[in-house]
């Protein structure tokens, strides 16, 4: 984990904070500025999974899916994560498109 602190911190330095000025609206996995995103739907092991693929190191991935509430029976377990072209290329995505409520974005259903 501090390995990854390490490497956040260097690349906050290198990425400007957005508009808000903070890194809200920002890609989970590089940080970098994104309006884009991809949705998620299966149990949590299919999140931390996807998360895994874009870049997150195994403990993290697991802390954000852990952080969920505990599923309730409207919990369909969908989740849209905000991520960049370049870091779904890496786990072989399907090309995240502009994330806006109520907009489409590609869905990685759990088989």
Not at 53 to 75: F, L, M, Y
Request: aromatic share 6%; proline share 8%.
């Amino acid at each position: 984990m501090a390995h990854r602190a390490k490497k956040l911190s260097r690349l906050i330095r290198h990425t400007d904070a957005g508009l808000q000025g903070n890194y809200a609206g920002s890609c989970i996995a590089c940080m970098q500025p994104t309006d884009t995103g991809l949705s998620v739907t299966g149990e949590p092991e299919w999140h931390a999974a996807f998360l895994l693929n874009i870049g997150i190191p195994r403990n993290e991935a697991i802390a954000i899916v852990e952080r969920w509430p505990a599923p309730d029976e409207s919990d369909d377990r969908l989740r849209v994560y905000r991520v960049c072209a370049a870091c779904a290329a890496k786990g072989r995505f399907p090309k995240p498109q502009l994330a806006i409520d109520g907009g489409n974005v590609p869905n990685i259903g759990q088989p």
